[in-house]
C-alpha cells in the first residue's frame, strides 16, 4: 500500500503565532480514495488544508505528496505538483464569468478535463457559462470551484466543507459529484462538519479534535457510530 | 478586492477575504452580457481613438500632445493600480528616465524621434527589471514606499551626472527628427498626428493586455493573492511581469513628452509628478482604463487654463477637486459615469422585461 499513498502527513504541527492549533497529525491518503477529516469548529481542519496547501507556514512535521516531501515549497508549486484546493468560501473570482473562472488556472496535469467534459458533468455551469461569478448561487459557485480544480489535473482534491449553507437536494448533487471524482481516479481529502454527509461519500474518516486525531476509522465502523458521532461532535 | 493600501504580504487569513462585493474592474460592464460587454469594449476603443484624432482641432495642439502622454502615462499607473492592486508611487523613474535616454538618443545620435522614443521605453524597462523584482514582494504602502525610494534614487543620479544630464538645467534642445519630413519637425500640429500613433500603440497594448488570460489572472491576483497562488501562479513573477511591462508604457509616455516639449527636465523624475499620475488617474477611476484619459484631459487642461489667466494656485484647485472626487465618487469621473449608465440601463431592461 505504500507506494500509491498519495498524500502522507507526518507529525505535522501547526501555529498561529504562540497558539498551537495542530499537534503532531499523522494521516495518509491513497490513491482514488475520499478520506474525510471530520471535527467541530476549531479543530484545525481547515488549518490542516492551508498548511498542506502551502498556505499556513508555520509548521513542523513533514507533508509528502506523490511520494515528494514538499518541504518550503511555494503553494503555486503545490498547485502544479497537483493539489487542487477548493476553500470554504469557494474562492470564485466575482469579476470573471463562469468560463473565465473555469479557464484561469493553468492545466497542470495531461489528465484535466476538458471544458466540454466539465460542462457535461455540470450541465448547470454550461447553462450559466456567461454569468459572472457573483451571479451564482452557494450550490453552483460550489460545482465551479470544483470544476476548476478538475479542469487543472489535479490528483488530489482538498475539498473544506463543501457542504456547508447548501440545500438538501445540491448536498445530495455535491455528494455525486465526489463519487464520479473518485471514479475518475482523483483523491479526495475532505473537511465536513457534516457526518450524515461524510458517510455517504468516504472511504475513511479521521477524527480531528483540539488539534489531535483521535480516531481513525473505516467508513462502516464510522456509521455504526454515527449517533455517537454526532454527540461528540454536538450536532 | 483588496485595497491597494492594505498590506497583504503574509499569508494569515487576512488575504483570504471573499469578495462577496463586484470588484472594479470592468464595474460599468459587469452585469451586461459577454457579448455585449465585447461589443462595448470595441466601441469604446473606437471613441478613444476618434476622440484621439480630433483632439488637436479642439485644444492647442501642444497640449493635445500633453494630454495623450498623460493619459498613456496613468494608464500605465492604472494598469499596476486597478488592475493589479499595486499601488507606484514611483512611476516618474519610467516616465522620466525615458524622457532623459530619449532626448539623449535625439541630441547625440540624431535619429528619428520613435527610434529614439524606443530607446528611452527599452531603457524604462530595463530598470524596472531590477526594481520590480526587490518591490513586488511588498504589498500596500510598503510598495509605494519601495518604489518611491527607488524613484528618488533616479532622481539624485540624474542630478548627479550633471554633465550628462544637464542637472538642475535639465536636457535642452531636444530635436524632433522625423526623417527629414519638415512639416512634422516644426508644426506641432503635424508632430500631433506623427507622434499619436506611439501612444495608441501603448494604449492598445494596454487593452491587449487587460483583455488576455494574462490580465484575467492580474485581477485574480488583485482580488486575492493567497488563491490565485492555490490556483498554480507564481503571484510575484507576475506582478514583475506587467510592473515592467507598466514601466514600458510610462517610458513611452515620457519619450513623447520630452519630444514634444524639445527638452527633459529633473521635474519628470520628480516624486511631485509619481503623485501627479497617481492624481490624475485616481480622479478619472482606477480598473477603468479610460479613467486615466478622461483625468489627464481635465488635469492638463484645467493647469494650461489656469496657467494662460496667470492664476498662481493651480495646486489648491486641483487638490481641491480631487479631495471631491475622491470623498463623492469613490470610482473617480469614469467608473462613476459608467456606474450611472449601467444602473439606467438595467433599470430599462427590468421595466421591459
Not at chain 1, 46 to 67: D, K, N, P, Y
Not at chain 1, 143 to 155: D, E, F, P, T
Not at chain 2, 62 to 69: F, H, N, R
Amino acid at each position: 500500500m505504500l507506494e500509491n499513498r498519495v498524500l502522507e502527513i507526518d507529525g505535522l504541527s501547526a501555529w498561529y503565532g504562540e497558539a498551537r492549533v495542530l499537534t503532531d497529525v499523522s494521516l495518509s491518503v491513497h490513491e482514488g480514495e475520499v478520506v474525510t477529516l471530520v471535527g467541530r469548529n476549531g479543530a484545525g481542519k481547515t488549518t490542516l488544508l492551508r498548511s498542506v496547501m502551502g498556505l499556513h507556514r508555520q509548521i513542523e512535521g513533514t507533508v509528502r505528496f506523490a511520494g515528494t516531501e514538499l518541504g518550503r515549497r511555494s503553494p503555486d508549486a503545490r498547485a502544479r505538483a497537483g493539489l487542487g484546493w477548493v476553500p470554504d468560501d469557494r474562492g470564485i473570482y466575482a469579476s470573471l464569468t463562469v468560463s473565465e473562472n473555469l479557464l484561469l488556472p493553468p492545466v497542470v496535469h495531461p489528465d484535466g478535463w476538458s471544458l466540454e467534459q466539465v460542462y457535461q458533468a455540470f450541465p448547470v455551469l454550461a447553462d450559466r457559462r456567461s454569468s459572472m461569478g457573483t451571479q451564482l448561487s452557494g450550490g453552483e459557485q460550489q460545482m465551479l470551484a470544483i470544476a476548476r480544480v478538475l479542469r487543472m489535473g489535479s490528483r488530489l482534491l482538498l475539498l473544506d466543507e463543501p457542504s456547508e449553507g447548501l440545500a438538501p437536494v445540491i448536498v445530495q448533487r455535491i455528494g455525486a459529484i465526489i463519487r464520479e471524482i473518485k471514479a475518475a481516479g482523483v483523491a479526495v481529502l475532505l473537511v465536513e462538519q457534516n457526518v450524515k454527509f461524510a458517510a455517504t461519500v468516504a472511504d475513511r474518516h479521521y477524527l480531528l479534535a483540539q488539534g489531535r486525531v483521535v480516531e481513525s476509522l473505516d467508513n462502516d465502523s464510522f456509521q455504526a457510530r454515527e449517533s455517537e458521532l454526532l454527540t461528540y461532535l454536538g450536532m | 478586492m483588496t485595497h491597494p493600501l492594505k498590506d497583504t504580504s503574509d499569508t494569515s487569513e487576512a488575504s483570504d477575504t471573499p469578495e462577496a462585493s463586484g470588484s472594479e474592474a470592468d464595474i460599468g460592464t459587469a452585469l451586461l452580457r459577454p457579448g455585449r460587454r465585447n461589443a462595448l469594449r470595441w466601441i469604446m476603443l473606437a471613441v478613444g481613438l476618434v476622440a484621439a484624432l480630433v483632439l488637436p482641432e479642439l485644444v492647442y495642439p501642444p497640449v493635445a500632445m500633453d494630454i495623450a502622454a498623460w493619459a498613456l502615462f496613468a494608464i500605465s499607473v492604472d494598469l499596476l493600480l486597478g488592475y493589479t492592486g499595486l499601488l507606484s508611487f514611483g512611476h516618474a523613474a519610467f516616465w522620466g528616465s525615458s524622457a532623459y535616454v530619449t532626448g539623449l538618443i535625439a541630441i547625440h545620435w540624431g535619429l528619428p524621434f520613435p527610434v529614439a522614443i524606443l530607446g528611452g521605453m527599452l531603457f524604462a524597462m530595463a530598470i524596472a527589471v531590477p526594481i520590480g523584482y526587490l518591490s513586488v514582494r511588498r504589498t500596500g504602502i510598503y510598495f509605494a514606499m519601495v518604489t518611491l525610494a527607488f524613484a528618488q534614487m533616479i532622481y539624485f543620479i540624474a542630478n548627479q551626472f550633471s554633465g550628462l544630464t544637464g542637472g538642475e538645467n535639465g536636457l535642452q534642445s531636444i530635436p524632433k527628427s522625423f526623417f527629414g519630413v519638415e512639416s512634422v519637425e516644426t508644426d506641432s500640429f503635424y508632430f500631433y498626428y506623427a507622434a499619436i500613433g506611439l501612444i495608441l500603440l501603448g494604449v492598445w497594448a494596454a487593452w491587449r493586455i487587460i483583455h488576455s488570460p494574462f490580465g484575467r489572472v492580474l485581477v485574480a491576483i488583485r482580488d486575492n493573492p493567497a488563491r490565485a497562488r492555490a490556483l498554480g501562479y507564481d503571484v510575484d513573477r507576475y506582478k514583475i511581469i506587467v510592473f515592467v511591462l507598466s514601466a514600458g508604457l510610462a517610458g513611452l509616455a515620457g519619450g513623447v513628452f520630452a519630444i514634444s516639449h524639445g527638452f527633459a527636465s529633473l521635474e519628470e523624475l520628480n516624486w511631485t509628478t509619481s503623485g501627479k499620475v497617481v492624481l490624475i488617474t485616481v480622479l478619472g477611476g482606477i480598473g477603468t482604463l479610460w479613467g486615466g484619459p478622461v483625468g489627464a484631459a481635465i488635469v492638463v487642461m484645467l493647469e494650461d487654463r489656469l496657467a494662460s489667466s496667470g492664476f498662481e494656485g493651480t495646486g489648491i484647485i486641483l487638490g481641491s477637486i480631487f479631495v471631491v472626487i475622491v470623498l463623492l465618487f469613490r470610482h473617480g469621473i469614469w467608473g462613476t459615469a459608467t456606474d450611472l449608465l449601467q444602473r439606467t440601463m438595467a433599470g430599462r431592461r427590468d421595466q421591459g422585461d
